[in-house]
Structures are given as C-alpha cells and as structure tokens.
C-alpha cells in the first residue's frame, strides 16, 4: 500500500511550497513518517521525520530552519513545510513509513511516486 506525495511544482530561489502525504488509512502512534528526497542521479536522501505518537521530529541539517514536518489536520496526512527554498532543494521528495527511528531510506515502506519539487535560481 502506497503513500502518495503530492504539493510539489515550480517555484523560485526563496518561495515556499507545502508537501502533502496521504496514507490510505489511519496513521498509528508507532509509526515514524518521512520525507526523503531524490535529485538526477543521485541517492535518495533523508529530510525530515517525525514519530506520530509523540510528534518528536528530527531533520537533515540542511533543512534545519526552513523546513517542518508536521501532522496532518487528519490522521492520514503528513506534511512538509518548505520554505526560503533554494535551488539544491531540487528533488523529487518522497513520504514512507517505518516504525524504527532511522534516517535509512532502507528502513522505509510504502513508497509511494513522489513529488517534483524545482528551484529555480
């Protein structure tokens, strides 16, 4: 079962964009959502995650300051706040699922296809 990302698009150095990450059902408190992120020919990297339970979060230095990862005004949504956006955050960003407390693209489920987000210079 797949999570779908969606909220990404074109925008210039210094805008903002809000990602959307939709589960098919109930987010549980023991479940750990995160964004990752993909550039051309690249790895997929990790952004930003939060324990749903107790909302606990924890990001990537890069993003740190600009970027927050936050529940949903539902129990089926996460969503990633984007903002002071720069043209290196260029990326198809992606939501998963885990129940462990990792930064590992690897210890993820549930990918779904992603989101484009461009930054124009």
């Known amino acids: 079962v797949q999570l779908q990302a969606s909220g990404g698009g074109l925008v210039q150095a210094g805008d903002s964009l809000r990602l959307s990450c939709v589960a098919p059902?109930?987010?549980?408190?023991?479940?750990?959502m995160g964004w990752f992120r993909q550039a051309p020919g690249k790895e997929r990297d990790f952004v930003a995650l939060i324990r749903w339970g107790t909302q606990s979060t924890y990001y990537t230095d890069s993003v740190k300051g600009r970027f927050t990862i936050s529940r949903g005004n539902d129990p089926y949504t996460v969503t990633l706040q984007m903002n002071s956006l720069k043209p290196e955050d260029t990326a198809i960003y992606y939501c998963a699922r885990t129940v462990s407390w990792s930064t590992r693209a690897t210890d993820y489920n549930n990918w779904g296809q992603g989101t484009l987000v461009t930054v124009s210079s």
């Open positions: 059902g109930r987010i549980f408190s023991s479940s750990i």
